[in-house]
């Protein structure tokens, strides 16, 4: 093919750089006569649905990771590729939620309405579409900067995941609320990929409950899961401060690190699950069984 670069395949939606909504393959350019004009009608439609594409874009943002093509792919589809229902695509929608985790899992995964205890979704790339502006040209899956420890160590480098979203919902399939999560893969000379990915695989069918860990400088309720890991690692979901490699819920409204306020924040998410079994953050004083965390993975 000398040195062009193939083109995309004709089904792939992803960014500016790729074929989107209306693009289709043809082996020969059409004759003229009526489907000359059908095709030009379509390019004058198509030129109609440019400023909805540029506003789906900025709405929502996909990153350069591996699997932000396929989940852009299934927002779309989900959406029927009609982009005046993007707003469909949030974070506070039970129905996109759902269809996101049926279709992100290859219909292996569905919200139950008839489930035991409270269901917990992590959804691996699931997160693309919700990003920051910052991050549409980057790797989300793979964000380094310096950060604090909880022993008040800087790190230089600390590596991040941002990939991933956590979903909630009640045992009768109402949505408790979601989140996107911030996981540490690495952490110089404390924390290994190694043993951040072995720990996180083991979630999956995994009991989920949450208690409040006062052993730091910083109080946190927690979301603990029955890993079976817990001699390599201490991996909790929590709030947005220091970390020896648990992961960050990801809260707009948590207060800066090192304030007063901190202490006493806890993210919406996990308000919002205590209020589901009718309890309220001060109420957390032993270990409180939730119910099950369940993996899905629409990375490649």
Request: with cysteine.
């Amino acid at each position: 093919m000398g040195g062009h670069k193939p083109g995309p395949i004709c089904s792939t939606r992803v960014g500016d750089n790729w074929i989107d909504l209306g693009t289709m393959c043809r082996s020969q350019t059409p004759s003229p006569g009526v489907v000359g004009i059908a095709t030009a009608m379509l390019g004058v439609g198509l030129g109609a649905i440019s400023p909805l594409k540029a506003k789906f874009d900025r709405e929502h943002v996909y990153s350069r990771a591996p699997g932000a093509a396929r989940k852009r792919d299934i927002d779309l589809r989900i959406i029927g590729d009609d982009y005046t229902r993007s707003s469909e695509i949030s974070l506070k929608s039970e129905d996109y939620l759902k269809q996101l985790i049926n279709l992100g899992s290859n219909g292996k995964r569905q919200v139950s309405d008839r489930a035991r205890k409270i269901q917990f979704f992590i959804v691996r790339g699931g997160a693309e579409g919700f990003l920051p502006a910052d991050m549409a040209g980057a790797d989300a899956s793979n964000v380094v900067f310096p950060g604090s420890t909880t022993g008040h160590k800087t790190s230089p480098e600390f590596r991040f995941d941002n990939n991933d979203l956590l979903v909630v919902f009640d045992p009768r399939g109402k949505l408790i609320g979601a989140a996107l999560l911030q996981r540490p893969t690495s952490i110089s000379g404390i924390w290994t990929q190694k043993t951040a990915n072995a720990i996180y695989n083991a979630w999956d069918n995994k009991d989920v409950s949450i208690y409040r860990n006062t052993n730091f400088d910083v109080p946190y309720l927690g979301l603990l899961i029955d890993d079976g890991m817990k001699k390599k690692g201490w991996v909790d979901l929590h709030k947005q401060e220091a970390t020896n490699g648990c992961i960050f819920i990801i809260d707009p409204d948590t207060p800066e690190y090192g304030t007063e306020e901190l202490k006493t924040f806890e993210p919406k998410l996990l308000a919002d699950v205590l209020a589901s079994i009718g309890k309220r953050a001060d109420d957390v004083k032993g270990r409180i069984f939730l119910g099950v965390m369940h993996f899905v993975d629409i990375r490649p």
